[in-house]
């Protein structure tokens, strides 16, 4: 069975310092990869996907990146982070559209 | 905009009751739907997925579709408190929308 994995569960990080999320998927290959955001008391918003190695689409300019280097890792990165940053940040994953996606366990950002 | 719209909530029922969360889409080139349901502080958990008219039943959830109206919704049958959370719906005809979510709450 297919399973995906985000960490950490949750994060401290003074503005102005950089940010590393992972995200692995196990037990399945070429997935569809989602980065979301949600901030307290509001909706799902997509950052950026990826549909293969080195294939990464921005849905939102922002200070954030993102990075596939291996076909079942994804990476969340920034290099300043901003108090507008804090939030929960979720991974997501599918094997195709119409398949709705799985979610990690989400990893809780608080920018101080 | 392609959006996806639900009532904010919260709802709240008793227990034992049958809950009724609705959603509206608006673009007609939506395919697949689903719900997904959202405990406080947890991950999305996907629940029910549905890609025709009609009624798709899972045990106590009932998803049903209307292209036409361009309307989903998803009811729950013997609601108990372990159903209190947020359920999100989603349509998907490029990409995958949210809508902002239901909070649902069953008291005891």
């Known amino acids: 069975s297919q399973t995906i994995h985000q960490w950490p569960a949750t994060l401290v990080q003074p503005v102005g310092s950089p940010l590393s999320l992972e995200c692995t998927v196990e037990?399945?290959?070429?997935?569809?990869l989602y980065w979301y955001r949600q901030a307290a008391g509001r909706g799902l918003q997509l950052l950026f996907y990826s549909v293969g190695i080195g294939q990464i689409s921005s849905e939102v300019p922002q200070n954030l990146s993102a990075s596939r280097p291996q076909d079942r890792q994804f990476i969340l990165s920034s290099k300043k982070l901003l108090l507008s940053d804090s939030g929960f940040y979720l991974c997501?994953?599918?094997?195709?559209?119409?398949?709705?996606?799985?979610f990690g366990s989400g990893t809780r950002l608080t920018v101080v | 905009q392609k959006e996806v719209e639900q009532n904010s909530g919260p709802l709240s029922v008793p227990e034992g009751a049958i809950a009724s969360l609705n959603c509206t889409y608006s673009d007609r080139g939506s395919q697949s739907f689903f719900w997904y349901r959202q405990y406080s502080g947890k991950s999305p958990e996907l629940i029910m997925s549905?890609?025709?008219?009609g009624d798709k039943e899972d045990g106590r959830f009932t998803a049903q579709l209307n292209k036409a109206s361009q309307y989903v919704s998803l009811l729950i049958r013997d609601s108990q408190p372990s159903d209190s959370a947020t359920y999100l719906c989603?349509?998907?005809?490029?990409?995958?929308?949210f809508g902002q979510g239901t909070e649902l709450s069953v008291k005891p």
């Open positions: 989603a349509a998907q005809g490029g990409k995958l929308i």
């Open positions: 549905i890609y025709s008219n």
């Open positions: 037990g399945t290959s070429n997935p569809n």
């Open positions: 997501a994953w599918t094997r195709d559209r119409g398949f709705g996606y799985t």
